[in-house]
């Protein structure tokens, strides 16, 4: 029951926009005779906005209706309108897209950059050199002991004694000369009573197991101090 009624009401549906079809066609052609003046365009346009401000028995829709110059100009800011609608739905949509696709971006950035910093946290190794010879160029010290793990470390360098503080650079290198960097680091000293200490993070994930050397260079003296260590 419900649906021949649904039925006849699409066959009522279409038999009106046939009529106004009909009509339409009528009032372009000039087949009809409006009553009053035209209206101003102001109301066209609130008209074809369907706005809720004018009365039906406004006797300027029935003008509208059958004055071909109005009625013409009311099916074009009807176009207008929709395809401004069109336009407004088309801009939204791509900037939903950018939208998409810069959280993608972050997203993807953020995963990148987390495996160095938060996921991976450092491992703190202390190297001591207080007693270690500080030789300058070929000689390096003796320090066959002090080795790091192939990781990323935290690492705490015990100065030698009479190490000026200030800020130094750290870094493991292949050779004695500074060749060869795996992974630096600069550092400002911190007093713990007669010795001076330093923190660097080392990024040693990619370094092979094997002999390096630990070095440190003050910021002023600019000597670069070479020590022997291990990779592990
Ligand atoms: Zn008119």
Redesign the pocket.
Known sequence: MSLSWRRSSRAEDRFESWITQQHQRRVLAGETT?SG???DEGFLRDLARKSKSIALSDPRID??AN?????SRLLELRGENRSRRQRIAFTTAIAACALVAVSVIITRYALEKRPSSANETAVAQTVNLWDAGTIRGEQPGQLESESLPAALVKVTIILPRHSSPGLYLVAITRDQNGNGVVAEGTASTVANGDQQRISADLDLRKAEVGPYFLSTTHEQDQAAYYYPLQIK
């Not at 004055?67 to 009625?71: F, V």
């Open positions: 409006p003046p035209c209206p003008h509208t004055c071909r110059k109005c009625m």
